[in-house]
């Protein structure tokens, strides 16, 4: 999917992520922020989306660095951000930030929207100082290769702008490539609003009532990963990988 496309999709939804309720989690994100430690400094929050991410780290560091392509998304975070929150225009793939210059790089629910995360782990590399961390929060694939694609089919259709949910076994290899080593990672099945997931994408009628089958009816490791509840609102569940890492 190309990079117009996801700009579009942003651009046209970004209200939705300001006003949701499993992007704001303000009390999870202040307590994330305070067990990464981060006292002054400068932090880049990649994909910051409305900048929720980038707000709770404001409170710890001297300045946010809030990273968007989409120049909707960065309008809400001028809008609603402190003053030591800056919204810089750019991909995860080709950061504008100098080299050695930051102290930290958070990434909360954007990485399976980058076109290259081997290359925004590199950036992430070259614009870190020595011994600067990495936080990563997303979703995430199951291990299984065939379940993976099923979950990752379901991803795109409800967003095409969806790059790829790779499972936690890449993303610790790949990390350590890039040369950091992981300090605490943990896992998480998140329990989700399954039609509130839907329109926070304004999806068609068509694309709501395809999805909401396949992930109702799902049979098999499918089910087992989505764990569909039908109740009122109809509830399921997607994997969840946050990683603290730190630059070797
Ligand atoms: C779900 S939203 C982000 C949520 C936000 N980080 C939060 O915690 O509330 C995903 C964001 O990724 C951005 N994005 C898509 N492709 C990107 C890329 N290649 N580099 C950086 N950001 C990208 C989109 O513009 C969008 O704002």
Redesign the pocket.
């Known amino acids: 999917m190309s990079?117009a496309t996801?700009?579009e999709r942003?651009g046209r939804t970004?209200q939705n992520?300001l006003d949701?309720p499993a992007?704001k989690q303000t009390d999870r994100l202040a307590a994330l922020a305070q067990r990464v430690g981060q006292k002054g400094g400068i932090v880049a929050?990649?994909?910051?989306?409305?900048?929720?991410?980038a707000v709770a780290f404001a409170e710890l560091a001297d300045k946010v660095l809030a990273?968007?392509?989409?120049q909707e998304?960065l309008d809400i975070v001028k809008a609603n951000s402190p003053a030591n929150v800056e919204p810089v225009k750019?991909?995860?793939?080709q950061l504008p930030i100098e080299d050695n210059s930051v102290d930290g790089v958070t990434?909360?629910?954007?990485a399976h929207?980058?076109?290259d995360i081997d290359k925004?782990l590199a950036e992430s590399a070259r614009v870190l100082k020595p011994g600067g961390w990495f936080l990563i929060n997303d979703i995430i694939g199951p291990e299984d290769v065939e379940t993976c694609e099923q979950v990752n089919h379901v991803e795109a259709v409800r967003d095409p702008?969806h790059r790829w949910c790779h499972p936690g076994s890449w993303w610790l290899t790949h990390i350590s490539d890039a040369g950091f080593h992981v300090e605490w990672v943990e896992f998480n099945s998140k329990r989700l609003d399954l039609e509130d997931w839907l329109q926070r994408q304004e999806v068609s009628p068509e694309v709501f009532d395809e999805v909401v089958n396949t992930v109702m009816t799902s049979t098999g490791r499918l089910r087992s990963h989505f764990q569909p509840l039908n109740t009122q609102p109809k509830l399921f569940h997607l994997l969840e990988m946050t990683l603290l890492a730190r630059l070797d």
């Open positions: 990079r996801s700009e942003f970004a992520y949701s992007h929050d990649v994909g910051t989306g409305a900048g929720h991410s990273v968007d392509p989409t998304m750019g991909h995860a793939e990434t909360r629910l954007a929207h980058f076109e925004f702008s």
